[in-house]
């Protein structure tokens, strides 16, 4: 485990707040433009990032992003699937908006490193306090970082495991039967199973850290064209 890192931990956070913003906002409204008024009603329809963050998830946020360990999350959107016009595919639609927001974000972020409209700076990224020394240096890691972070978020919730969004798309594409079954298990013990995976220390093989390392990093070094 790392040591503890304020200065990197309260950055991070500055890219976390809109990264989770508009992926919790991209599920509210495709739900509610779907027929669902859940989300309007519980007042989840707003590009106002602090409307979606999850105080707990929030809290682990900054530490997992100061000790390297751990992970955050944002305020989950409920929905009523049963008022959506298509239920089964409406949810779908709803649920994998939210990582395709934060692959969008990526790629926009990635344009702006790759065309040099902000520099790409390693040094700021290993070091977070030199990004207070002057708008370029914290340009430059508010930039890179929220490339990162956000090419991570698409990738993480895209597994299928839940609670991740990823459980949601493959229940989809299940007979109801199975379906509900899969639903189930991902609610109950496989959610257990998968805060095991989450907290395995880092010197012993994950499977999550191997997805992760084999599906993020090839994706940022194509994106910034390095690969």
């Keep these: 485990m790392q040591d503890f890192d304020l200065v990197g931990a309260l950055l991070r956070l500055l890219v ?3 990264a989770v913003g508009l992926h919790e906002y991209c599920h ?4 509610d433009m779907a027929g ?3 989300p309007r009603a ?27 360990a751990g992970i955050g999350w ?10 959506m016009r298509n239920p089964r595919w409406d949810h779908f639609i709803s649920v994998i908006m939210g990582p395709i ?3 969008g974000q990526a790629v926009f972020y990635a344009l702006l490193l790759r065309f040099g409209l902000v520099e790409f700076n390693l040094q700021v990224l290993n070091s977070p306090s030199l990004a207070l020394q002057s708008g370029g240096a914290f340009a430059s890691y508010w930039v890179t970082m ?16 839940g609670p991740l969004d990823g459980h949601w798309l493959v229940g989809a594409l299940m007979p109801t039967a199975q379906r509900n079954a899969w639903y189930r298990f991902c609610h109950g ?13 880092g010197n012993a093989f994950n499977p999550i850290g191997w997805y992760m390392d084999r599906t993020m990093w090839p994706t940022l070094r194509f994106l910034l064209g390095r690969g």
């Design 101 to 103: 927001s934060n692959f």
């Design 36 to 38: 669902d008024m859940t």
């Design 74 to 83: 944002g305020r989950p959107v409920m929905v009523n699937v049963n008022a």
């Design 42 to 68: 519980q007042g989840r329809v707003t590009l106002n990032p602090l409307a979606h963050l999850d105080p707990i998830g929030t809290i682990m946020m900054v530490l997992a992003s100061a000790t390297g």
């Design 146 to 161: 929220s490339l990162i972070m956000n090419l991570g978020m698409f990738f993480f919730n895209m597994i299928p495991f």
């Design 189 to 201: 013990p496989g959610m257990i199973l998968f805060l095991v995976l989450v907290l395995i220390p």
């Design 28 to 31: 509210a409204k495709f739900a």
């Design 16 to 18: 976390f707040i809109p």
